[in-house]
């Protein structure tokens, strides 16, 4: 099967699992796991960070950063697509007792004008705007992302209003790798970030939240109250130690490979859009409802998503190789739908 559906149906490599196996374990509750210490330690200082904290999932680590940002009452701003909001359960209101407004951004890239027109009047009766999320990249988007000249008047103009800054990074390394932008820019901008380890960068679990000292203080205990304190997670962390060493670069390859089909869609008479590939996910718009065609491609041996009654997402990653793309794009051309 050529599964597509997303990039966290990754198997952990040979390479990784060796590492995994040999990795030194302790209690990190106690933080005594002195895998998962040396892990939160190199993507602290790959950010330029004070601090970082492992958390089970890029859900959880969201879901902390809104708590320890906010207090209730408070009010979130975000892109209308984002993760916070569409994917993670209205933990933001199960949580934390904030408000989201939610912003149409231009093909998931909010602008600073928008920002500043958003920011509530200090009234009584309305919810206090508190904290600005920016998702990069930006997954409903078709994996679209930030440029730097975009990103910092929109984290200026936050700045200048009192709004903190949390980034969803879970792509971030995908944009990176196309922009040339380094982690230690991100993290001058951000207050906090979450990157994802279990996506492109192929770690079976886990992702990292990171922070100033204080921040990722209070986020261990609220980890804690999540359920996500666990105890030898240094074989999950040696995991995430090998992804961030061996597995980045690489993500230039997922990238491309993302953009192949995504031309080779645009030439079938069945598809309606494209959206313009960026990174490593393709999003498109059918001329007719989605079910038939995900069903002629499983009988192909190609799994993909369903995003909506005509919308289909493929997404690519390590376990794809450029056989498998040729394949791909082979029953792509094929397919009839008429």
Request: hydrophobic share 40%; proline share 4%.
């Amino acid at each position: 099967m050529i599964n597509l559906i997303s990039d966290t149906v990754t198997k952990p490599s040979s390479g990784m699992l060796d590492a995994m196996m040999s990795a030194s374990v302790g209690d990190d509750v106690f933080r005594t796991d002195p895998t998962v210490n040396a892990l939160e330690a190199k993507a602290a200082e790959m950010f330029g960070m004070e601090s970082a904290l492992f958390c089970p999932s890029g859900t959880m680590s969201n879901q902390i950063a809104l708590k320890v940002h906010t207090q209730p009452l408070d009010e979130v701003l975000c892109e209308e697509n984002s993760h916070i909001y569409q994917y993670e359960t209205g933990g933001y209101a199960f949580h934390s007792g904030v408000a989201l407004q939610l912003l149409k951004g231009q093909d998931g890239i909010l602008s600073a004008e928008q920002i500043a027109e958003a920011i509530r009047p200090d009234l009584d009766w309305l919810p206090r705007t508190r904290l600005l999320v920016l998702e990069n990249s930006a997954n409903r988007a078709g994996g679209n992302y930030y440029m730097m000249e975009e990103l910092i008047p929109v984290v200026n103009i936050a700045r200048d209003k009192g709004l903190s800054l949390h980034l969803d990074g879970a792509r971030l390394f995908n944009v990176l790798v196309e922009t040339g932008d380094t982690p230690l820019q991100y993290g001058q901008l951000f207050d906090s970030i979450s990157i994802c380890l279990s996506k492109g960068l192929g770690a079976p679990a886990g992702t990292l939240l990171l922070g100033k000292a204080d921040f990722i203080k209070q986020a261990r205990r609220v980890r804690k109250v999540m359920g996500g304190g666990m105890r030898q997670t240094g074989f999950l962390a040696a995991a995430g130690i090998y992804a961030l060493d061996k597995n980045i670069n690489r993500l230039k390859e997922d990238n491309q490979k993302a953009k192949v089909l995504g031309s080779v869609l645009e030439k079938c008479s069945y598809v309606d859009f494209v959206r313009p590939v960026k990174t490593n996910i393709v999003i498109f718009d059918l001329k007719s409802p989605s079910a038939p065609f995900l069903k002629k491609l499983l009988e192909s041996g190609i799994n993909a998503s369903s995003f909506g009654p005509k919308t289909v997402r493929m997404v690519t990653h390590m376990d794809i190789s450029a056989e498998m793309i040729d394949q791909v794009s082979s029953v792509l051309q094929a397919i009839d739908l008429e």
